[in-house]
Every structure is written in C-alpha cells, then in structure tokens.
C-alpha cells in the first residue's frame, strides 16, 4: 500500500505563493505519474497539474503560467509551485499518484490519494 502526505497548504493574500508538497511512501517500485487535483466547496474535483515518470507535464488552463509542477523521482515527491494566486484557488487540494507497488517480480498497480490540505486565498 502506498500513502501520500501532502504539506504546504495555508491561508494566503491575493497575488502571493504558497508551494505544495506530496511525499509518497510505501513499498513503491515505481511512481508512473503524480499530480494534483482540487475541489472547492459545492464544486467537482477537478485536475490541477500531473507529471510523469518522464517529465511531461498536464496543467489546467485555469492555473497555466501560474502553478508549476516538479517532482523529484529520488524522493518520491512531487511539488506544486503556486504564484500570483487568486480567490478562486480556494479549493483543498488533493495529491495522487500512480504506478506499481511490490517487486520486480510481484507487482501491482496502485492509485493512492492524499488527504488533502486546505489552501485559502483571501481577497
């Protein structure tokens, strides 16, 4: 089983940063991708940015030029770089990764979500 701990959340001023981060942990053999999602109140989850093993990378609209993903493969962890924020980024933000957990020879896929950390811009 692979869990996620994400940190980096907070209360934050209009036009401000605050980075993200998610460290995976578990019997990992490989991480395929990491990402992160949000949810404000009364909204759906909605995808934020994701990264692969490689490097690609899949930003939302509503957030490109402004968040930037990372991750670092050593540690397991992928980082969400958030500037310039605005009210509307209020929303928890969720970590998610995916890949194969076990061994070489006995491995299985996973798909792991964090908790969840609260991240409040006000106006």
């Known amino acids: 089983q692979v869990q996620l701990l994400e940190s980096g959340g907070g209360l934050v001023q209009a036009g401000r940063s605050l980075r993200l981060s998610c460290a995976a942990s578990g019997i990992i053999f490989s991480i395929e991708k990491m990402g992160w999602y949000r949810q404000a109140p009364g909204k759906q989850r909605e995808l934020v940015a994701i990264?692969?093993?490689?490097?690609?990378?899949t930003v939302a609209n509503s957030v490109k030029g402004r968040f930037t993903i990372s991750r670092d493969n050593a540690k397991n962890t992928v980082y969400l770089q958030m500037n310039s924020l605005k009210a509307e980024d209020t929303a928890v933000y969720y970590c998610n990764a995916g890949g194969y957990s076990g061994s070489y020879f006995n491995r299985s896929l996973f798909d792991s979500w964090g908790q969840g950390t609260q991240v409040t811009v006000s106006a």
């Open positions: 990264i692969t093993s490689g490097g690609t990378t």
